[in-house]
Nanobody, 123 residues
Framework: QVQLVESGGGSVQAGGSLRLSCTAS????????MGWFRQAPGKEREGVAA????????VYAGSVQGRFTVSRDNAENTVYLQMDSLQPSDSGMYFC????????????????WGQGTQVTVFS
């Protein structure tokens, strides 16, 4: 059973940066596509960024393009989300998730999810 643990959330002033980490355990096969998602209170969960198993291809939501960077270290079974120029609208619970086939921001295709880490951006 794959387990995902997120860390790195916190409170930051608008314009600031945070770096989230997601460490996976329980893999018995090659790394999967990893995605980052977020959910604000009263809103649906939305895709933020995803990275393919070898880290060669990434995809971003339009709202974070150019401000967020997803990367991974397969030797450490860890995926990162560097978030720069944060805005209050970026606030929410951030989740990482994994999927075995394909790699985009479609939530339904992701099989395993972490518990999330809270990000709060204040103005």
């Amino acid at each position: 059973q794959v387990q995902l643990v997120e860390s790195g959330g916190g409170s930051v002033q608008a314009g600031g940066s945070l770096r989230l980490s997601c460490t996976a355990s329980g893999y018995t096969h090659r790394p999967d596509c990893m995605g980052w998602f977020r959910q604000a209170p009263g809103k649906e969960r939305e895709g933020v960024a995803a990275i393919d198993p070898l880290g060669r291809s990434t995809v971003y939501a339009g709202s974070v393009q150019g401000r967020f960077t997803v990367s991974r270290d397969n030797a450490e079974n860890t995926v990162y989300l560097q978030m720069d120029s944060l805005q209050p609208s970026d606030s929410g619970m951030y989740f990482c998730a994994t999927r075995a086939f394909g790699c985009n921001l479609a939530l339904s295709a992701y099989n395993f999810w972490g518990q999330g880490t809270q990000v709060t951006v204040f103005s």
